[in-house]
């Protein structure tokens, strides 16, 4: 099995910890989590995806958004420049510890931010981030810690 991501899930994963649009969503989420975190790998896919899956019921669910299209375009050409190699829709990617922390390090250094303009999260993944991590839910690095 794979996990279906669309490319900003990419980032979005890195600081996953158990919060979400509502109830349904988290459930979902933290399913992925456990699917990421049991080996599976990961496909990049156009549109809406496995963690999109709850949202889907609402027309107006912001996955539909031409903005969240963009933030995928520009998710991938930065992972693609901070990875040295371009990942594309369709491609497989292994969430292996390398490939976790690779981003993770990106992520904290800024490198990959500029994807995240716009998102309603941005103030959360940063004190997620300044933590260094602390209480992810995706490949856990550190001993759980609550991130208000």
């Known amino acids: 099995m794979t996990v279906r991501l669309r490319a900003h ?3 979005c994963m890195l600081t996953y910890v158990g919060k979400g649009y509502t109830p349904g969503f988290t459930v979902n989420y933290d399913r992925v989590a456990e699917r990421l975190n049991g080996g599976e790998e990961i496909e990049i896919v156009s549109g809406p995806d496995d963690i999109c899956a709850p949202l889907l019921g609402d027309d107006a669910a912001h996955c539909f958004k031409e903005s969240v299209n963009r933030r995928d375009a520009n ?4 992972v693609a420049e901070w990875l040295g190699e371009t990942p594309k829709t369709g491609d497989r990617i292994k969430p292996d510890k390398a490939f976790i922390d690779k981003l993770r390090s990106g992520f904290q250094q800024g490198h ?8 309603e999260w941005t103030s959360l993944c940063d004190r997620i981030s300044e933590s260094n991590f602390c209480g992810v839910k995706i490949a856990p690095q550190m001993a759980s810690k609550v991130i208000r």
């Open 9 to 11: 899930h990419l980032l």
């Open 75 to 78: 998710a991938l050409a930065v």
């Open 112 to 119: 990959l931010r500029k994807a995240c303009s716009g998102c």
